[in-house]
């Protein structure tokens, strides 16, 4: 069954979640051959001319190739290549982006990944018109989201913009995908192994809304994922397909949660930690899929930790009385620049440290702590099992391998500053465990 088939009919169904859940894409076209669709969404679309978005490479990779289809069937188009080197997701390129596509298109195609599509949707969203994105390597899970992640004063965010209407992968244009983003596929996919769990731990913790059918969507999609994995760098085309479908799925996940916890949890907040550290001190990073397969690998260590915890009430309390915040603040400003102060600034409305919130939150976890430890036995593979699958498609497995600077102990200690939700390192902290658990 083609993918959207089934996504259609997953929201048919009534969720016990309580939530409504509606497919935010209109149309999904996956295979081999699948850009040559291009001509029948701009005819069901009415569109008279096209802004067609890409950089340098994937221009070569495939908008050559779109604009030629869009050439030979009488569309009129614009062509706008962003960058002629590496394009950032900062003010700069989102300005360039509206200067150089004009007033006078009526139909965004993006054709690229990662940041190409991250500014196509905002590109669609102030202009108001369709967007399509034909995708050229499978490397992340943002094709289907409805946001987009960018660079603000040294802070990664993410700010609304607009879901695909239209999301186009062809096979034969993403295998070819250099086989570091087609790592990184597979990357960000291994990440929902501690999103899940961490979203299930939440639940249990501060009630957040969670949904099992939404959860399960998504660990279907992993395990198609893991079991095509050996294919992905023969270039496979079911491996690619799988990779690829699985991001779409995320993306959607998240559509249908009304939130990124389906697809997002600690691991992406040391990615986002490395990639501010990356802006405001120059730092070598790599691709988010790559950063958050090594801290999924991380992750998945220190799960086996907390494993073999014994929460006390005692020493979880005097732990946090004796946690001074300011001092904490000039760490973080210390350490990741002025991209701490919104987290600092956040902190006063969020109030994550907040000693009677702490409590509240202890107990729970007291009296779930059994029912926390299923889940991290159900839903996280181990650490070496995790490595297992990276070292199968040569992937780093390591932060040596990674090569990225920065005390780790402390990337991971901020990583509960980034935002309001509840993952890892806030769990330990709580129980005023974090320095015996990661540095044992």
Known sequence: ?????????????????GKKHVLPVSDIFIGNGAIQRITDVVAAYGAKKAAVLSDKNTFDAAGEKVCGILRNSGTEYKNVILSDGKLFPDERAVGKAAML???????????????????GKIISALTKTPYVIVATAPSMDGYASATSSMDIDGLKVSLPSKCPDVIIGDIDVLKNAPVRMLQAGIGDMLAKYISIAEWRISHEITGEYYCERVADLVRKALKRCVDNA????????????SVFEGLVVSGVAMAFAGVSRPASGVEHYFSHIWDMRGLEFGTKTDLHGIQCAVATSVAAGLYEKVKLLSPDREKALKYVKAFDYDKHAEKLREFIGKGADAMIANEKTERKYDAAKHAARLE?????????????????????????????????????????????????GFTKDIRDKYVLSRLLWDLGETENVFRS
């Open 1 to 17: 069954m083609e993918i959207k088939e089934s996504l259609k009919i997953f929201c048919e169904k009534p969720c016990s979640c």
């Open 101 to 119: 596509t004009g007033g006078d298109c009526d139909m965004v195609i993006s054709v690229g990944s990662g940041v190409v599509n991250d500014i």
């Open 364 to 412: 729970a976890i007291l009296g779930k702590w059994k029912d926390i430890i299923s889940i991290i036995e159900e839903e996280i593979p181990l650490k070496s099992q995790i490595n297992g699958i990276l070292g199968k498609i040569g992937a780093p497995e390591t932060i040596e391998e990674l090569g990225i600077e920065g005390d780790i102990y402390r990337v991971f």
């Open 230 to 241: 050996a294919g992905l760098l023969k270039r496979d085309d079911e491996a690619v397909r």
